[in-house]
């Protein structure tokens, strides 16, 4: 009989439990925690790809359809959110940015639309004066393309150290250049590191000299290895987090691809993911083959998902701004000069090896045709040797500069194109004038060539280098105009995307980039409750009102992180 009786007992617990189960998933699916009504969704789901308001429960998207179809999901405890026709997406991606590098320009001095040198120097006076004789300021945001006035642009297209160093001889000043691939030292800082006219410049770098062959002060991709300024302190290495994440949350960004961080910077994102305070989605980049086998294998939807660390980023070139990106012919406007490889060719090739052996996604910043060609070229030999590696999903990061012959090449390897439409915009006005007007039509920031062949583009700012806002990168994505509605030379308009095609890249095609598509990109019954709110619809107000449109909402996990006009919320303890 015992053996019976301890059966019956078993059958018994097992109905009391799916019967509790049963019973609280009822209870739990007829209750939403937030509600969004009379909305204006665009769901990028195909069967039903227009929608009037959206249940949540937890963080999980419950219903979509209209107000009446998620009425009986309102309960006593539910927040609901009258949209009044405010446009709801799902939440944008930012597929190419540098998460701590947008909190610490807000640390230093900014220098983001200077008009020239005068106005630099100015900015930097200015932070001297509450400086220690000694003390370090650090800065980043000169562009000297963009400079009204040019006058001091004497040598090889950019200024010399002398009047800074006049004007600030006692301390070491460090500033980047927007773009990261150059930077700017007065002697001071010279002095400290060691540079003078006999120091050579190193491999895959430059250093910028006069006639006289005295170091003007600027140096290129991996001579800036050679000005070492003090790193950050460990309170603001947290604030710059911290300072990063707020920003995006503010213009509508609910998941970030940070293009390359070392351990630390890794350790810092699983402290705060322990403590449930990213509020954003991060896939981080390992940054370098070094950093990658450090690590060993991926991290996966670490935090309760909010962190993974699939992707290795390398960078094959410099940037074309300051001549370092690889072409496979000279620069127009720098004779001689036809930029050169940061990383060696051989070390692509290893890390995609590595890669396809471990489960990693591969992320090569290449933004000259010729870097273009040799990351491909990397690719195509380790994919060779790994065939039954099917989904890698390698990505070529910026691909702003191609050869015809190169574009298929993209479809038939399955290679992501990471592309930033801000960038065209930026850039186009002067990118003829160190290309030529045939190179740059043939291959420059070539977007319907590649959708054409079927690859997908996944869209971004590469923040700090821009401001990190969606809005003004797809008003770039789909107009090819500078903000102001007024075409810029070279802007070659037949390149542009559709409202469509821009949305998904900042959507689903981004999701898609990061292995996210099956949680997130799309609002669908199911998947992650993260949306983007803005008051104005993009995808169909004139033109020049996309600019106009303000993020009303930032909603990740379920949770509003970000409402216009109220102060951000504290992170989650």
Not at 116 to 125: A, F, H, M, S, W
Not at 151 to 159: C, D, K
Not at 221 to 244: N, Y
Not at 558 to 567: A, D, N, Q, S, W
């Amino acid at each position: 009989m015992q053996p019976r009786l301890n059966l019956a007992y078993a059958l018994l617990s097992i109905l009391i439990v799916c019967f509790c189960t049963t019973t609280n998933a009822q209870v739990r699916r007829s209750t939403a925690d937030l509600v969004l009504t009379n909305g204006t969704i665009h769901t990028l789901n195909p069967d039903r790809p227009k929608a009037q308001a959206v249940a949540i429960i937890g963080n999980q998207i419950a219903v979509v359809g209209t107000n009446d179809e998620v009425m009986p999901f309102v309960g006593p405890d539910t927040r609901v959110i009258d949209l009044k026709n405010q446009a709801v997406y799902p939440g944008f991606k930012e597929s190419h940015g540098h998460l701590m590098g947008i909190g610490t320009a807000k640390l230093q001095v900014n220098l983001v639309g200077v008009s020239g040198y005068k106005e630099l120097i100015e900015r930097i006076v200015t932070r001297a004066q509450n400086a220690k004789p000694g003390e370090w300021i650090t800065g980043r945001g000169w562009h000297e393309e963009k400079w009204t006035d040019r006058s001091s642009l004497t040598v090889r297209g950019f200024m010399t150290h002398d009047d800074l160093t006049k004007a600030v001889p006692n301390n070491p000043v460090w500033v980047r250049r927007a773009d990261g691939h150059a930077a700017f030292a007065n002697a001071k800082a010279m002095e400290v590191a060691g540079v003078d006219r006999n120091t050579a410049s190193p491999e895959g770098g430059a250093i910028i000299m006069d006639a006289d062959g005295n170091p003007t002060g600027v140096f290129i991709d991996r001579a800036m290895r050679l000005i070492k300024s003090p790193p950050l302190t460990e309170s603001q290495r947290r604030q710059a987090l911290e300072l990063g994440i707020e920003e995006c949350l503010a213009n509508g960004i609910t998941m970030f691809d940070d293009a390359g961080v070392n351990v630390g910077t890794i350790d810092l994102y699983k402290e705060y993911a322990d403590q449930g305070k990213l509020n954003l989605r991060l896939y981080a980049m390992a940054g370098g083959l070094k950093t990658m086998r450090t690590l060993g294998q991926p991290i996966i939807d670490y935090g309760n998902g909010f962190l993974n660390v699939r992707a290795v980023k390398l960078v094959a070139d410099g940037a074309l701004g300051s001549r370092g990106a690889a072409l496979l012919e000279e620069y127009e406007d720098d004779p001689g000069n036809s930029g050169f490889f940061t990383t060696p060719p051989e070390t692509v090739y290893t890390a995609s090896q590595y890669a396809l052996q471990n489960g990693w996604q591969v992320a090569t910043h290449a933004i000259g045709d010729r870097a273009n060609r040799m990351m491909l070229d990397m690719y195509e030999k380790a994919m060779k040797e790994f065939p039954h590696v099917k989904d890698h999903r390698f990505r070529d990061e910026h691909t702003q500069i191609l050869d015809e012959a190169d574009i298929k090449r993209f479809a038939k390897l399955g290679i992501i194109a990471s592309m930033q439409g801000i960038h065209a915009t930026s850039d186009l006005s002067w990118a003829p004038n160190r290309l030529g007007v045939h190179r740059t039509e043939e291959g420059g920031y070539v977007w319907q060539k590649l959708l054409k062949e079927g690859v997908k583009i996944i869209n971004g700012t590469d923040a700090p280098v821009e401001a990190v806002d969606p809005i003004a990168s797809y008003y770039a994505s789909v107009t090819r105009q500078k903000e102001n509605g007024t075409p810029v030379g070279g802007m070659y308009g037949d390149q542009r995307m559709t409202r469509h095609e821009a949305l998904r890249s900042y959507t689903l095609d981004a999701a898609y980039g990061s292995f996210h598509e099956n949680q997130g990109g799309s609002i669908e019954v199911g998947k992650l409750a993260d949306f983007t709110i803005l008051t104005k619809d993009i995808m169909t107000v004139p033109e020049q009102e996309i600019l106009e449109s303000e993020v009303m909402y930032t909603i990740v996990d379920g949770i509003v992180r970000y409402e216009k006009g109220k102060p951000m919320k504290p992170a989650i303890p």
